[in-house]
């Protein structure tokens, strides 16, 4: 008899605390949907800087590469070849043209 007493009011309980869960689960579903479909759209301001640090990265391996490039073709150039004049000078363009993207 004693038993019964506990055991029923915490029986009447219990299912309620899990519809209020589960009801307080669907009402937070579509903040947390959109919070992260904002999150996938935008950029923080950390991302963005990595971006910009990898961007600049890049175009200074590529004005590298072009540089020693244009040397190569500047020593075959000293050593009368023609065509390795001419690519030194293109090279060169191509230098001044990254150069003026990046600056």
């Not at 020693?68 to 090279?91: F, I, P, S, V």
Request: net charge positive; aromatic share 0%; charged share 35%.
């Amino acid at each position: 008899m004693k038993l019964r007493v506990f055991v029923i009011p915490a029986l009447l309980i219990l299912p309620g605390g899990c519809i209020a869960s589960a009801v307080g689960a669907v009402v937070t579903a579509p903040v947390k949907i959109v919070s992260k479909g904002v999150d996938l759209a935008t950029t923080s301001q950390s991302e963005a800087d990595e971006n910009r640090g990898r961007a600049m990265r890049k175009s200074e391996e590529r004005l590298g590469k072009l540089s020693r490039e244009r040397d190569k073709a500047m020593r075959r150039c000293d050593d009368g070849n023609r065509n390795a004049c001419d690519e030194a000078r293109d090279l060169q363009e191509q230098i001044d043209d990254a150069r003026g993207r990046v600056m």
